[in-house]
């Protein structure tokens, strides 16, 4: 019989670093609410949460890395949203930023969630941000627990 691992959503002592972009805050803000409604959903105490915030999307991989690198949590979470406008700037912030996001994670080791909308227009934004199950930011929230559990009971990578 193989061996299986699974995380769980009980957040208990565990540490949670929310990372957000102020730039369009109006869809950030909210994306933020979903994330702590769902970490205390979880069990995640207030004092194990801390959240900081970034200019932008494209600036939440190295914030998300130093924190990670730190050790200090067990999840970080990633939010921001970038929409399409008339230019090339949004492939660019939407690569980087989900690149860096990824990258992050790989060289710490610490989960690092990627709570970053990419949409084409301001309702599918919102659309992604609301007050039910469909808040992006709950999802990340969820994810990231989830993601610390498991890894914490994943065999240690050997040196």
Not at 45 to 59: C, L
Request: aromatic share 6%; net charge neutral; glycine share 12%.
């Amino acid at each position: 019989m193989p061996v299986e691992y699974s995380g769980s959503l009980d957040g208990a002592g565990l540490q949670i670093a929310v990372v957000v972009a102020r730039f369009n805050s109006f869809i950030t803000d909210r994306l933020l609410d979903g994330a702590q409604r769902a970490l205390m959903e979880c069990g995640v105490a207030a004092t194990g949460v801390a959240v900081i915030w970034t200019p932008g999307a494209f600036e939440l991989p190295l914030v998300a890395q130093r924190l990670a690198l730190s050790r200090r949590f067990d999840a970080v979470i990633c939010l921001g949203c970038v929409i399409r406008g008339e230019t090339a700037h949004f492939e660019h912030v939407a690569a980087a930023s989900s690149r860096g996001i990824l990258e992050a994670g790989l060289q710490s080791g610490i989960p690092v969630i990627f709570g970053v909308l990419t949409t084409d227009t301001v309702e599918q934004a919102r659309g992604r941000c609301g007050s039910g199950s469909g808040n992006k930011g709950g999802e990340a929230a969820r994810t990231a627990v989830e993601m610390a559990n498991l890894m914490r009971k994943l065999p240690l990578v050997s040196e």
